[in-house]
Each structure stands twice: as structure tokens, then as C-alpha cells.
């Protein structure tokens, strides 16, 4: 099994959350690309600065439900994303507001979210 910044990336999804406090720099190209690997191809990296992914639904109410779903996760690891919500799409976005670009945490909470869909 292969271990990075302390992550254990077959499986990111039971990876816990770390509250960030700053201080520290936001993960660069080269520490983003094994992650996103792991995470999977639905997600994008916009600008080097944060996650993003369109998911798709029949209709309001089951986009709706993926939100609340998602939301829930968020509060257990008390890392938020952002929600763009429509009929029958949702847009997830996450990244660390501390140090205004992405950490570790940023792809366990991505891979957390992929487990509901």
C-alpha cells in the first residue's frame, strides 16, 4: 500500500478530515496528481487552487437529497464544500479557505461525497 502526506490512498474515502489551522503552504502540482489519480477522473483541479465536479440527476428533489446527503458528511468532518444547486444537477466545490488552495483533507472529503452517488 502506498502511503503520501500521510494519506493512505487505496482508500481515500476512510480517510478522516484535519482541521487546518493555515500556516501551512497549499499542495503543489506535484502533490496533487498521485491524489487526483486516486480520486478518479470525475473530478477536476481548477487552476491548482480547488476540486470540482458536476453530478447529474433526474430531478430537483434527487439533486436536492445529494445535497442534504453531502452536506451531512460535511458537518461530520467539519470541512465544508460549496453547493451550486439546479434542477437535477449539483456542483461540488471544496478547497481549504485557510490557505486559499488545496490539502490533503480536500480529497477525503471529495472521495467521502463520491460514496453517496
Known amino acids: 500500500m502506498t502511503l503520501i502526506f500521510g494519506a493512505d490512498l487505496m482508500a481515500l474515502h476512510t480517510n478522516e478530515c484535519i482541521p487546518c489551522k493555515g500556516g501551512i503552504p497549499p499542495l ?3 502533490q496533487i496528481t498521485p491524489l487526483m489519480e486516486e480520486l478518479g477522473n ?3 483541479v481548477v487552476n491548482d487552487h480547488h476540486l470540482e465536479r458536476k453530478f447529474e440527476f433526474d430531478d430537483f428533489q434527487t439533486a436536492l437529497d445529494f445535497v442534504n446527503s453531502a452536506g451531512e458528511i460535511c458537518e461530520q468532518q467539519a470541512h465544508h464544500a460549496d453547493f451550486e444547486l439546479g434542477w437535477g444537477r449539483v456542483k461540488v466545490s471544496i ?3 485557510k490557505i486559499d488552495g488545496l490539502a490533503e483533507s480536500d480529497f477525503y472529503l471529495a472521495a467521502k461525497i ?3 452517488k
Open 28 to 30: 503543489n502540482k506535484s
Open 42 to 44: 470525475d473530478w477536476i
Open 95 to 97: 478547497w481549504t479557505h
Open 114 to 116: 463520491n460514496q453517496i
